[in-house]
């Protein structure tokens, strides 16, 4: 089955830093792939939508200068975190939606999440 | 207003037999599901999805069964190993949406 791959699975880094997170497809290609936040005791958030080759749409709320999301290419999305500080500790989870076409419904794939501690 | 609901909070099993983790939900629209495993002070990881699109998935011992119809969901562990010992959670989403958990399952698997 397809396969989402997101790197780090753990990053820790000082305040004020700016952390890297990659979401690939492996063996398919994405036009669309989401970003989430979950909140401690709370449900996944979704942050952001990445499509390929435009820019990404946040949700209300999500600050796009402190989340940069990059969708260079149909196999690739990323996301930085720019300054960041312990309040942006948090897991984040990407989730790459199949091309649509010949048969493709469209599903959603899941990476394995990222969690981001800000010391 | 829950809408997505673990009605057992804790679940206790021999290590070797079946896990059997259930989920409920009550919006129509949720079209995708996933289950997380979370460990004491860790964060949570991602366990396996499923889109409404199908009614089962398998990945290795984990196994998740949907039916539509009833509006339920199921997390099937097997064989149970003491490793999977933790706390599960299962979540439901519209469209790729919010997505929406439920309160969770300690599963404790008896060695």
């Known amino acids: 089955g397809a396969v989402v791959s997101q790197h780090p699975s753990w990053v820790i880094c000082k305040s004020g830093t700016s952390v890297k997170i990659e979401c690939r497809s492996l063996?398919?290609?994405?036009?669309?792939m989401f970003w989430y936040r979950q909140f401690p005791k709370q449900s996944l958030m979704l942050m952001a939508t990445?499509?390929?080759?435009?820019?990404?749409?946040?949700e209300q709320g999500v600050e796009k200068d402190k989340f940069l999301i990059n969708h260079a290419s149909l196999t690739l999305s990323t996301l930085t975190v720019t300054s960041a500080h312990p309040e942006d500790s948090s897991f984040y989870i990407c989730?790459?939606?199949?091309?649509?076409?010949?048969?493709?419904?469209?599903?959603?794939?899941f990476g394995e999440g990222s969690r981001l501690t800000v010391l | 207003d829950q809408q997505v609901k673990q009605n057992s909070p804790s679940l206790s099993v021999q290590e070797g037999r079946i896990s059997i983790l259930n989920c409920d939900y009550t919006?129509?629209?949720?079209?995708?599901f996933l289950w997380y495993k979370k460990y004491p002070a860790e964060g949570p990881t991602f366990l396996i999805s499923?889109?409404?699109?199908?009614d089962k998935n398998e990945d290795g011992r984990f196994t998740v069964f949907l039916n539509k119809s009833a509006k339920h969901l199921s997390l099937h562990i097997v064989p149970s190993q003491p490793g999977d010992s933790a706390v599960y959670f299962c979540?439901?989403?519209?469209?790729?949406?919010?997505?929406?958990f439920g309160t969770g399952t300690s599963l404790t698997v008896i060695p």
């Open positions: 989730s790459a939606r199949l091309r649509k076409g010949l048969g493709n419904t469209g599903e959603l794939f």
């Open positions: 063996d398919f290609q994405a036009t669309t």
């Open positions: 990445s499509n390929e080759g435009s820019k990404a749409t946040y």
């Open positions: 919006n129509s629209m949720f079209d995708y």
């Open positions: 499923i889109s409404s699109i199908k």
């Open positions: 979540a439901a989403s519209a469209f790729g949406n919010q997505f929406y």
